[in-house]
């Protein structure tokens, strides 16, 4: 029974997915046509402030990974 229930899920997810995806690229398609608006400063703010986050989480899982390299940091 367990096995069963778990394909229905699987298969739903892939339903899901697969709607999602049609669903993202029509907004794409759509989109390709509005002209592109001016970002104001808390646009501008946020897209900076994820920027550096993304570039700080990058190096701290860098920097973690290389340390617990075994017999590069003691």
Known sequence: ?????VL???G????????FMTM?????LESRSMPVPR???AARTL??????AFVTGM???FVL???ELPGIAG
């Not at 029974?1 to 229930?5: E, K, Q």
């Not at 897209?47 to 550096?52: E, F, N, Y």
Request: aromatic share 12%; hydrophobic share 70%.
């Open 8 to 10: 229905i899920a699987e």
């Open 65 to 67: 990974t290389f340390l």
């Open 47 to 52: 897209i900076g402030s994820a920027k550096l």
């Open 59 to 61: 190096l701290a899982l």
């Open 24 to 28: 993202i690229m029509s907004m794409y």
């Open 39 to 41: 970002l104001d400063l």
């Open 1 to 5: 029974m367990l096995p069963a229930i």
């Open 12 to 19: 739903l997810v892939v339903l899901w997915f697969a709607g």
